[in-house]
């Protein structure tokens, strides 16, 4: 079955401090996977999206890592603001179809 | 200004009551996608498009109905049938298919009266 796990399921940091979230993944065969921003009650934005190929990829301050073999997946927030609160989901298609495997996300708060 | 909106932000449904979704984008987008967002749960897809006068069933496509008989449009019909309608629905189109980046409109929420 194919699964996406996301941890941790939330965290608090404080503004100006970095943060690591993860992926881990069990879809195959493997495709892509992207990484989304969803603020509370709006839709998710897209933040990388990355292929089989590809280890790292940024987007301002947010740098996605890809380890195909492990099948592992980070996103990683430099100097967080107040607005990086939000949740933040790790999304998979599975290769030779239109099948996305979305994880729960993991809710970011960031504080004063 | 171009993107996918939805409407209404926020609509209610009465026991028995069929209500419709709006969904329209302007990105000249060929898929479109419809997904049912419950809280601890990741996005479950409902119906998706790839043409106009085509769509095809998710995961969860029973008490939903759509249709497609214009690019820009893929309304969603929550019918009677949907036992635990409750939830943040979730329209997205990407330029040709799920390979591509998919972009999301701003959600409806519909509640059960």
């Known amino acids: 079955k194919n699964q996406v796990e996301q941890s941790p399921q939330s965290l608090i940091i404080l503004e100006g401090k970095n943060c690591t979230l993860q992926?881990?993944?069990?879809?195959?065969?493997?495709?892509?996977l992207r990484w989304y921003k969803q603020d509370t009650g709006r839709g998710p934005v897209s933040l990388t999206i990355?292929?089989?190929?590809?280890n790292t990829k940024s987007n301002g301050r947010y740098t996605a890592t890809l380890d195909a073999d492990t099948k592992q997946s980070s996103l990683h927030i430099t100097a967080s603001q107040l607005s990086d609160s939000a949740s933040y989901i790790c999304?998979?298609?599975?290769?030779?179809?239109?099948?996305?495997?979305f994880g729960t996300g993991t809710q970011l708060k960031v504080e004063l | 200004d171009g993107g996918i909106t939805q409407s209404p932000k926020y609509l209610f449904r009465k026991e028995g009551q069929n209500v419709t979704l709006s969904c329209e984008q302007n990105?000249?987008?060929?898929?479109m996608y419809w997904y049912r967002q419950d809280p601890g749960q990741g996005l479950r897809l409902i119906y998706y498009?790839?043409?106009?006068?085509?769509?095809q069933k998710g995961d969860i496509a029973e008490g939903y109905s759509v249709s497609r008989e214009k690019k820009e449009s893929f309304p969603l019909t929550v019918t009677s049938a949907q036992k635990n309608p409750t939830a943040f629905y979730l329209c997205a189109s990407s330029r040709r298919d799920a390979q591509e980046t998919q972009y999301f409109g701003p959600g409806t929420r519909l509640l059960v009266l």
């Open positions: 992926c881990n993944y069990t879809v195959s065969p493997f495709s892509n």
């Open positions: 999304v998979v298609l599975t290769g030779g179809g239109n099948k996305l495997t």
């Open positions: 990105l000249n987008h060929d898929a």
């Open positions: 990355m292929t089989f190929s590809e």
């Open positions: 498009s790839q043409i106009v006068n085509d769509f």
